[in-house]
């Protein structure tokens, strides 16, 4: 009688189980929770249109988003090693120190292409020639883009890489530009619309780096490899939308410029937005550029240790169809 029992309810379980098969973790196709960090700028431009869309909410209800806005890619990176974000935004140089150190991440997308800019506000300094120890550089860290490109410029101006190492202050964006024109710092190399803004207030460029490095990837979409192999789903859309956002920028940049300034809670300055989206040395696409060049350049000069052989080790097979360097 009990095995009779016993027999019965293994036959209903299996019963149970041929209509309701239990789900394996691998068809997971979203996160719970994503915490996604960026920086202040236009270089950021295509996640705040993302952010303010609700693009993700809308496509995954179940997943709670969280923005952050840091204040450089180091920031961002150590949150990345330690799970606290899931998806990061970085400048090209701070994610190929990263590469170079193991951190277990990969290239979902490029965010930006932009022309940096070291503004001055001495009429007197007209070349990097012209700075002198003591004379601070605001940028944002010193293992950023910016500290690179300018470490290339004093390479083939200066004749020493390293020549304005002492000189560099680390600073967020925003704070560099106040410090710039009261004069606290002698320059600033940031980017777009930092730098704009300190022409408009009297500063001038004395060093760009697309005379150096040509034009290359500014900022870079990235997650941890595991992340994206759990949830390979929200890792396509992701893409997705960055590329929907950058469609946007090029045919509809009122509306971009809309969605930015209301992200950036300056809904009054949509069109100073709109009208800096469409100065030369700024452009969106998802296809990574310069990457291997800004690694053989961080080699030469000691920084890291490896360079890729080729640009499909870095990146998500996703945009390997769309190319990079």
Not at 229 to 254: E, R
Not at 287 to 306: C, E, R
């Amino acid at each position: 009688m009990k095995a009779l029992k016993v027999s019965c309810v293994l036959a209903c379980l299996a019963l149970i189980l041929a209509l309701h098969p239990a789900r394996p973790l691998a068809a997971e196709t979203a996160p719970a929770h994503v915490a996604i960090a960026y920086q202040p700028g236009l270089g950021y431009a295509p996640l705040l249109i993302i952010k303010q869309n609700k693009w993700i909410e809308k496509d995954f209800p179940g997943t709670t988003v969280e923005w952050r806005e840091l204040s450089n890619g180091a920031t961002i990176r150590d949150g990345i090693i330690s799970n606290t974000l899931q998806v990061g935004v970085v400048g090209t140089a701070p994610w190929i120190v990263g590469w170079a150190r193991g951190v277990p991440w990969k290239l979902l997308a490029c965010a930006s292409n932009m022309d940096m800019w070291l503004n001055v506000m001495d009429p007197n300094i007209k070349s990097l020639k012209d700075l002198k120890a003591g004379d601070q550089i605001a940028l944002p860290a010193p293992d950023s883009i910016q500290a690179f490109a300018l470490r290339k410029g004093a390479q083939e101006i200066l004749g020493n890489a390293h020549a304005l190492d002492t000189n560099m202050v680390a600073m967020a964006h925003p704070l560099g530009l106040q410090a710039l024109v009261s004069h606290q710092v002698v320059g600033h190399l940031t980017a777009p619309p930092f730098e704009y803004e300190e022409i408009d207030r009297g500063a001038h460029t004395i060093f760009n780096t697309h005379d150096v490095m040509g034009d290359t990837c500014f900022t870079a979409v990235t997650m941890p490899t595991a992340f994206a192999s759990q949830y390979p789903a929200f890792t396509a859309k992701l893409l997705g939308y960055m590329q929907q956002a950058d469609k946007m920028l090029k045919s509809s940049p009122a509306d971009a410029a809309k969605y930015i300034a209301d992200a950036e809670s300056k809904p009054d300055l949509a069109a100073q937005y709109r009208a800096w989206l469409g100065r030369p040395g700024i452009a969106y696409t998802v296809t990574p550029s310069g990457f291997l060049k800004y690694a053989t350049f961080m080699k030469q000069i000691g920084s890291i240790d490896k360079v890729p052989s080729d640009i499909k080790e870095l990146e998500f097979p996703a945009l390997a169809p769309l190319g990079g360097s």
